[in-house]
Each structure stands twice: as structure tokens, then as C-alpha cells.
């Protein structure tokens, strides 16, 4: 069974955690039947953390669970946390396939269709 995370940062501001979480819902309506669970989590500040979304969608019957960092750069969350809480995970869950995809930034057109926006 596919799954599917956003993970974002995560604020001390619930209506701004909330607004993820609504996202993180609009984008499951968009992809359609791609994933058969889809998420969120944040890194720090707010719950569900990433990892309590990675045991809930293995809970559910995940085995490939795809990571989508929502961050505009590659700093320390993109580089090194993430890979790192990724491992961790694979090592707990010797079933599972985790992928983590580019981060927001990464994404190819990115740039073009945000400038088309403004």
C-alpha cells in the first residue's frame, strides 16, 4: 500500500500548522488515487511529528511511503534531518520503502510557474 507524507517545518503558531494540515488535505484530493494514505508532519514545534506520520501510515498497512519535503532550500532539515529520521525508520521497519522526494524548491518548473502566479 503507497502512502504519502508533507513534511513542513512547524510553528508555534497553530493557525499557521493549521494551514498546513488543510494543505496537506487539498493536495490528497488533487492526487486522486495515487496513494491509498495521505498525511503530514512537521519537523519540530507541532504534532504529528514526522515521525509519528511514518508509524501511523505503517500502522495502516503503508509499505512505500513517499516524503515530500515542503521547504523552498536545501538547509540542515532537507540534507541531514530528514535522510537521517528516514534511516532510522528504515531500520525499525525493515518492510518498509521510504522515499524522500526533492524538496518543494527542487522541483522541476518550479520557478517558471511561480513567476506565471505573480
Not at 514526522?50 to 540542515?76: C, H, M, N, S
Amino acid at each position: 500500500m503507497k502512502g504519502f507524507i508533507l513534511v513542513a517545518h512547524g510553528s508555534r503558531r497553530a493557525a499557521a500548522n493549521d494551514e498546513i494540515a488543510a494543505f496537506a488535505g487539498a493536495l490528497a484530493e488533487g492526487m486522486g488515487d495515487k496513494f491509498a494514505v495521505i498525511g503530514h508532519g512537521f519537523w519540530e514545534l507541532a504534532e504529528p511529528s514526522l515521525e509519528q506520520a511514518i508509524d501511523a501510515q505503517v500502522a495502516a498497512g503503508a509499505t512505500d511511503i513517499r516524503l515530500f519535503p515542503y521547504f523552498l532550500a536545501q538547509g540542515k532539515h532537507v540534507v541531514k534531518d530528514l535522510p537521517s529520521v528516514l534511516e532510522q525508520k528504515r531500520e525499525q521497519y525493515p518492510q518498509l520503502s521510504i522515499t524522500l522526494l526533492p524538496h518543494l524548491g527542487a522541483l522541476p518548473g518550479f520557478a517558471d510557474w511561480l513567476g506565471r502566479q505573480l
